[in-house]
């Protein structure tokens, strides 16, 4: 099903944000002078879940709302 043009857009706007997110986790990292293989490890299990449940939340509330669009047109 194609996106809407403010779902595309929306869609859009979050790349820049990670970018930006990760370049933040890669200047505390960088910072830290030592290790970053392994502290990029470390952070990324914590960080990770984070991401996981944020995602399916919104997985949640996405097929809430189709759900609750095709109850009131009567599908």
Excluded: F, N, Y
């Amino acid at each position: 099903m194609p996106r809407s043009g403010a779902a595309k857009a929306a869609g859009r706007t979050d790349v820049p944000r990670i970018r930006v997110a990760c370049r933040a986790l890669w200047d505390t990292l960088s910072a830290r002078g030592h290790d970053l293989l392994g502290d990029a490890v470390d952070v990324g299990g914590h960080v990770i879940p984070v991401v996981r449940e944020e995602a399916a939340g919104r997985d949640a509330a996405r097929a809430a709302r189709r759900t609750q669009t095709l109850a009131a047109v009567g599908v």
